[in-house]
């Protein structure tokens, strides 16, 4: 059984200027959800359309600035409870999903009333690294040949026939489950296809899977196509670079796959300090 999730754009974690000085949506709506329903969902498109659903504070906050939860100091507890609901469109399409987080840093300023300014803290991290002393990269990640310059231009339609091929255009990611069948049962795997990204943007959006800040430390320049299949569940705490039974499949996929690794290390990372937030304007 196959489920198609939709595109989306990597996050380069990185604290921006100044939210007052950014685009702001067209138009937004943001509701308190009272569901209790479990399950959330934050999603840019890349035609200029942002919605959350059952979303909290913490966890727009979070995307917006392309942090994991240890690099948010000073939130109050009703961030990481109360939920919302946002729905907001750009007066014109970005340049892909994640060039709308400029636009929901500024909805934070502006209906949250979020002050806050950026900081370096020390904090448990994973450093991106070659898996092999030769540096030699692994069967499943090559250098973009494509020209990136044109997935900016690229209409709904395109961006759609592209997935429909199997690669998405350049600075986009797709994403598949899949089933497989073992004597121990049946697994569910991950498949993940990007192109044209950056090992600075892989670093951030590997952060979702082992929740730790993550930094490129190979030094490699350029955009790359990549894909990596792996088993999704949470990090196995105190895991470190020498890999057991334990380690979380997605470790052994990036080294076996991608000739990358996580090495646990302790490094200084940006965080996000905030001074001062309410609850939003609702509408």
């Known amino acids: 059984?196959?489920?198609?999730?939709?595109?989306?754009?990597?996050?380069?974690?990185?604290?921006?200027?100044a939210a007052a000085q950014e685009p702001s949506f067209d138009v937004a709506s943001i509701r308190r959800n009272q569901s209790a329903a479990p399950a959330s969902e934050i999603r840019p498109t890349p035609f200029g359309r942002f919605t959350a659903t059952n979303a909290t504070t913490k966890g727009l906050v979070?995307?917006?600035?392309?942090?994991?939860?240890?690099?948010?100091?000073?939130?109050?507890p009703w961030l990481a409870t109360e939920r919302y609901d946002v729905d907001a469109r750009a007066a014109a399409p970005p340049d892909g999903p994640d060039a709308l987080m400029?636009?929901?840093?500024?909805?934070?300023?502006?209906?949250?009333?979020?002050?806050?300014?950026?900081?370096?803290?020390?904090?448990?991290?994973?450093?991106?690294?070659?898996?092999?002393?030769?540096?030699?990269?692994?069967?499943?990640?090559?250098p973009t040949t494509t020209d990136c310059t044109r997935a900016t231009t690229l209409t709904a339609d395109e961006v759609r026939?592209?997935?429909?091929?199997?690669?998405?255009?350049?600075?986009?990611?797709?994403?598949?489950?899949?089933?497989t069948t073992s004597p121990n049962g049946n697994n569910v795997k991950m498949r993940v296809r990007r192109s044209g990204i950056t090992?600075?943007?892989?670093?951030?959006?590997l952060q979702a899977n082992v929740e730790r800040p993550v930094v490129d430390q190979t030094a490699?320049?350029?955009?790359?196509?990549?894909?990596y299949?792996?088993?999704?569940?949470?990090?196995?705490?105190?895991?470190?670079?020498?890999?057991?039974p334990?380690?979380?499949?997605?470790?052994?996929a990036l080294e076996e796959q991608l000739g990358l690794k996580l090495e646990s290390r302790r490094l200084n990372v940006p965080v996000l300090v905030i001074d001062s937030i309410d609850r939003p304007t609702e509408n």
Not at 110 to 127: G, I, S, T
Not at 220 to 227: I, V, Y
Not at 246 to 252: D, Q, R, W, Y
Request: a positive charge; one cysteine or more; glycine letters at 6%.
């Open 1 to 17: 059984m196959r489920l198609r999730i939709p595109l989306v754009v990597c996050v380069v974690a990185a604290l921006l200027p």
């Open 62 to 76: 979070l995307r917006a600035y392309g942090l994991v939860d240890a690099q948010l100091i000073g939130a109050p």
């Open 102 to 142: 400029p636009h929901l840093r500024r909805l934070l300023v502006e209906r949250f009333k979020l002050e806050a300014h950026p900081d370096r803290r020390e904090l448990p991290a994973y450093a991106l690294t070659f898996a092999r002393r030769d540096h030699q990269l692994g069967p499943q990640i090559r």
């Open 161 to 179: 026939a592209a997935a429909r091929d199997g690669w998405p255009p350049c600075g986009m990611a797709y994403f598949v489950n899949f089933t």
């Open 199 to 205: 090992l600075e943007a892989l670093a951030t959006a």
């Open 220 to 227: 490699l320049s350029g955009r790359f196509d990549l894909e």
């Open 229 to 244: 299949s792996y088993t999704p569940q949470p990090p196995t705490p105190g895991v470190e670079s020498v890999f057991g």
């Open 246 to 252: 334990e380690a979380p499949p997605i470790f052994v």
